[in-house]
């Protein structure tokens, strides 16, 4: 009798190697989708990260360009150019016996007042160095005129003190003196009905350098300056800049949060590029009629720093300041996804324009050409 064929039989081997590749054909196409997928996430992620990151720069640098000049501007005869003499606790803090920390160990070591000042090429790299200053007292912003013959070693008088408080930072500045002072109002000092403002706390000293407080109102008028307070409603003198590792830092160059030593601060990460120009007022009408580079005598920090009254002109001259930075995600594809240069400024005129050349493994990044142009509002309103 015929045995009858076992249900259960096994696969033939052509059976299993059809099997076999339609399996392997349906993995390799699953597969492909995936990678494309992920490949697709990771441009999505870095993208959206630089896009973000360069958000944040924007209104971090915006913000702290727009008060530049505040409370010192309006008395720019005195104060545009002059040589910032600062103590804190008894002993010289500006000008500066040694370099800044890094990445401001190029930019000069006796900062002076101006809104702006473009260090440029002093960073790492090779990319600007931003020196910016704005007061912040909330009391109009405007300087004081000190009273003819009552300064002393530790105090001056004004018109009027009310809104002043204990620990205020004051300016003083002459019109035809080379340096100016930074001074603080004494504890427990409060504006009011008298005219004499008290000296004392960290940042007062009768004599600072060469500089005595009692040789103010020998030259010409006197303004006396609040920038703002210790404690708080701070005043701005920084430096901005970018580290060897590709970080925006800042430097406080008054130790206001009060440290004894520097401090340099992190901001932003990924910024690669920092490029700055000025835009200049050719004809004093207060309008912005060109566009220079700050690498460009007479727009060099040297020059603009000179204390000269040619220098001081050129400061108040300035009105705009237009930034670029380039911003570069934190993971690299595999293959190139940028082309072989990036380039600023493309708009303005050729001389003005900055082109930074990209090697074969930085063009595997992807990158974030950030442009915006800052108005020096306390600068164009005087």
Same mark, same amino acid.
């Given at each position: 009798?015929?045995?009858?064929?076992?249900?259960?039989?096994?696969?033939?081997?052509?059976?299993?190697?059809?099997?076999?590749?339609?399996?392997?054909?349906?993995?390799?196409?699953?597969?492909?989708?995936?990678?494309?997928?992920?490949?697709?996430?990771?441009?999505?992620?870095?993208?959206?990260?630089?896009?973000?990151?360069?958000?944040?720069?924007?209104?971090?640098?915006?913000?702290?360009?727009?008060?530049?000049?505040?409370?010192?501007?309006?008395?720019?005869?005195?104060?545009?150019?002059?040589?910032?003499?600062?103590?804190?606790?008894?002993?010289?803090?500006?000008?500066?016996?040694?370099?800044?920390?890094?990445?401001?160990?190029?930019?000069?070591?006796?900062?002076?007042m101006a809104p702006v000042l473009v260090h440029a090429?002093?960073?790492?790299?090779?990319?600007?160095?931003?020196?910016?200053?704005?007061?912040?007292?909330?009391?109009?912003?405007?300087?004081?005129?000190?009273?003819?013959?009552?300064?002393?070693?530790?105090?001056?008088?004004?018109?009027?003190?009310?809104?002043?408080?204990?620990?205020?930072?004051?300016?003083?500045?002459?019109?035809? @003196?080379?340096?100016?002072?930074?001074?603080?109002?004494?504890?427990?000092?409060?504006?009011?009905?008298?005219?004499?403002?008290?000296?004392?706390?960290?940042?007062?000293?009768?004599?600072?350098?060469?500089?005595n407080l009692v040789d103010f109102g020998t030259v010409?008028?006197?303004?006396?300056?609040?920038?703002?307070?210790?404690?708080?409603?701070?005043?701005?003198?920084?430096?901005?800049?970018?580290?060897?590792?590709?970080?925006?830092?800042?430097?406080?160059?008054?130790?206001?949060?009060?440290?004894?030593?520097?401090?340099?601060?992190?901001?932003?990460?990924?910024?690669?590029?920092?490029?700055?120009?000025?835009?200049?007022?050719?004809?004093?009408? @207060?309008?912005?009629?060109?566009?220079?580079?700050?690498?460009?005598?007479?727009?060099?920090?040297?020059?603009?720093?000179?204390?000269?009254?040619?220098?001081?002109?050129?400061?108040?001259?300035?009105?705009?300041?237009?930034?670029?930075?380039?911003?570069?995600?934190?993971?690299?594809?595999?293959?190139?996804?940028?082309?072989?240069?990036?380039?600023?400024?493309?708009?303005?005129?050729?001389?003005?324009?900055?082109? @930074?050349?990209?090697?074969?493994?930085?063009?595997?990044?992807?990158?974030?050409?950030?442009?915006?142009?800052?108005?020096?509002?306390?600068?164009?309103?005087?």
């Amino acid at each position: 009798m015929k045995r009858a064929a076992f249900p259960g039989r096994g696969l033939t081997l052509i059976e299993l190697l059809v099997a076999v590749t339609l399996g392997m054909l349906l993995t390799i196409a699953v597969s492909a989708i995936l990678v494309r997928q992920e490949g697709a996430r990771r441009t999505l992620t870095s993208s959206n990260d630089v896009v973000l990151n360069a958000a944040h720069v924007t209104h971090l640098v915006d913000r702290m360009m727009r008060s530049a000049g505040s409370g010192f501007s309006q008395a720019w005869q005195s104060t545009y150019g002059c040589r910032i003499m600062a103590a804190r606790g008894g002993t010289q803090l500006l000008p500066r016996g040694s370099d800044w920390p890094a990445p401001f160990a190029a930019v000069s070591r006796s900062p002076r007042m101006a809104p702006v000042l473009v260090h440029a090429g002093a960073g790492a790299g090779g990319s600007d160095v931003l020196a910016l200053v704005g007061g912040n007292s909330g009391l109009g912003e405007a300087p004081l005129r000190m009273l003819a013959g009552s300064v002393t070693a530790n105090g001056v008088r004004v018109p009027a003190t009310v809104g002043l408080r204990q620990r205020d930072l004051i300016l003083m500045a002459e019109q035809g @003196r080379a340096d100016c002072m930074l001074q603080q109002t004494a504890a427990g000092f409060a504006g009011g009905a008298s005219q004499q403002i008290d000296f004392g706390a960290d940042y007062a000293a009768a004599t600072i350098g060469t500089l005595n407080l009692v040789d103010f109102g020998t030259v010409g008028e006197v303004s006396v300056i609040p920038l703002g307070n210790a404690a708080g409603n701070t005043p701005s003198l920084l430096l901005l800049g970018l580290s060897a590792d590709r970080t925006l830092v800042s430097l406080d160059m008054l130790r206001l949060a009060g440290g004894a030593s520097d401090t340099v601060t992190p901001l932003a990460d990924g910024v690669i590029e920092l490029r700055a120009r000025y835009g200049i007022d050719t004809n004093d009408d @207060r309008i912005v009629d060109q566009w220079v580079d700050p690498a460009t005598s007479p727009w060099t920090a040297a020059a603009l720093m000179d204390g000269s009254a040619t220098a001081q002109t050129n400061l108040y001259r300035i009105l705009a300041v237009r930034v670029g930075m380039i911003l570069r995600n934190a993971t690299p594809d595999r293959t190139a996804v940028t082309g072989a240069s990036l380039q600023l400024f493309p708009d303005l005129a050729a001389a003005l324009r900055h082109t @930074r050349a990209l090697s074969a493994d930085e063009q595997r990044y992807r990158y974030r050409l950030l442009e915006f142009t800052v108005p020096l509002r306390n600068v164009m309103l005087i």
